[in-house]
């Protein structure tokens, strides 16, 4: 097996032999067709084509690697929680491949230095990290199978970060906690934008939460979301020891 890769790796390019040695060491087994996991770091500004006029990015490669990872962790906690309902389970897998915590994977794995992009690094969003990391186990998937996916995904993902008492108690949206306690208590709260503009070219919203008349947080961010995401965390935060007893 070796010798075997030995003459594969004098086939090779130098810069093709340091990729396919750092993906082995990624993954914990030989890659097949090193052509699948260079696709998988390709950004789409390359505006590369195959033959047939088709481009050659990583975000068909994203989307199958987002159902089989989904698929794997779904039998993980089917598994490992056997008295939890379809409700439990769906919340749980929801926290484990939750964008922030892929954004974590992608970032532990240092997989935003193998990208080729015409797009600076630094204009890349966070999300870029989980994104990768998904299509990173697409191309797994055409290489070696679900088998693969699964060892990889065990090792990577389930082994270091899956704990279900700690995951029990992990918060995936603070703005639903603070919908539904408020619901709950019959008090009014709305959201509302009281800042859109742009700064050194990046749009910023500024979003803030009212619970009764009062504002109760404010917070900016690049998107609608993600600034009513931060104001409703401010806001847990302020009311955390009341929403406890109830």
């Known amino acids: 097996m070796r010798f075997i890769k030995k003459i594969f790796s004098k086939s090779r390019s130098h810069e093709d032999g340091i990729f396919f040695d750092t993906i082995e060491k990624i993954l914990g087994f030989t890659p097949k067709n090193i052509e699948f996991y260079k696709k998988s770091f390709t950004h789409r500004s390359t505006n590369r084509l195959d033959e047939n006029g088709n481009q050659i990015n990583y975000e068909r490669l994203e989307f199958l690697g987002d159902a089989m990872l989904s698929s794997v962790i779904a039998a993980y906690l089917f598994s490992e929680a ?12 929801s926290k484990i491949v939750s964008r922030e915590h892929l ?83 019959k008090k009014v709260f709305h959201y509302d934008i009281f800042e859109d503009n742009a700064i050194d070219g990046q749009r910023l919203f500024g979003v803030k939460l009212s619970i009764d008349d009062k504002v109760i947080a404010k ?28």
């Open 103 to 185: 954004n974590e994977l992608g970032k532990d794995l240092n997989l935003i230095r193998f990208v080729e992009s015409k797009v600076p690094v630094q204009h890349f969003g966070e999300n870029i990290h989980g994104n990768i990391f998904e299509s990173l186990i697409g191309a797994i998937y055409l290489d070696r199978g679900y088998e693969y996916c699964e060892k990889f995904i065990q090792k990577s993902v389930i082994i270091p970060y899956v704990d279900i008492a700690r995951l029990e108690g992990k918060v995936i949206s603070y703005k639903s906690l603070i919908i539904e306690w408020c619901q709950k208590e």
């Open 219 to 246: 917070a900016r961010a690049t998107s609608k979301k993600k600034a009513e995401e931060k104001a409703s965390q401010r806001a847990y935060f302020a009311f955390q020891e009341k929403m406890k007893r109830k």
């Open 82 to 93: 056997p008295t939890g309902d379809e409700g439990y389970l769906t919340k749980m897998r």
